[in-house]
């Protein structure tokens, strides 16, 4: 905003231009897909927030945040984490992409971002009375990345097979072991 202000004397000018900005957090949102009575074992995961594209003209640049990387400790919010995304700062009205995504740590029974990444897009407008500006983020696939968690399953059959007569009340111990645990 520039304002102008004439002297008493009528001859001095002095300009003021007041620098106008406007800041956002972008957040995601981790859901964990399981079956009902699944214990979902404690988990954390990295999302990663990238530059898309200036989509109309503003900044020169998609303006970044200084932590583009945060965690989320199970199912919750990237804004609720201990290591949220940073503050974007906008100095120009213009609409400009951002692309989150889950960094890919694959364990057992773990399938990661089963939805796709999120597509962020925010839109920076300036009020034309007074040269504010002002932000508003919309996400696609309603801001969430999930994951989905399956356990699997194992059926056990025994068959004795014996010249002796069977005794119905002879009991067998089992010890099944995976991946070194009973």
């Known amino acids: 905003t520039v304002s102008v202000t004439v002297g008493t004397d009528g ?19 981790k859901a964990i897909d399981a079956a009902d009575g699944t214990e979902v074992p404690d988990k954390s995961f990295k999302f990663i927030l ?12 998609v303006p970044m945040p200084d932590n583009t990387e945060a965690i989320v400790k199970g199912a919750g919010r990237v804004s609720e984490s201990q290591t949220p995304f940073g503050t974007i700062t906008y100095t120009k009205a213009g609409t400009y992409t ?19 990444d999120i ?15 002002s932000a508003a983020v919309k996400y696609d696939k309603d801001g969430t990345i999930t994951n989905s968690y ?8 025994k068959e004795v097979v014996s010249d002796r007569a069977a005794d119905k009340d002879q009991k067998f111990t089992f010890t099944i072991k995976l991946d070194d645990k009973t």
Do not use: C, H, M, R
């Open 50 to 61: 990238n530059a898309g594209e200036v989509v109309t003209p503003g900044e020169d640049d």
């Open 11 to 29: 001859e001095t000018v002095s300009f003021t231009n007041t620098y106008q900005k406007t800041e956002i957090t972008l957040d995601a949102q």
């Open 119 to 133: 597509t962020a897009t925010v839109t920076v407008k300036e009020d034309p009375d007074t040269g504010a500006l």
């Open 98 to 116: 951002y692309i989150i995504t889950e960094e890919d740590e694959s364990g057992e029974g773990w399938t990661y971002n089963v939805n796709g």
């Open 150 to 157: 399956e356990t699997g399953d194992l059926q056990v059959n």
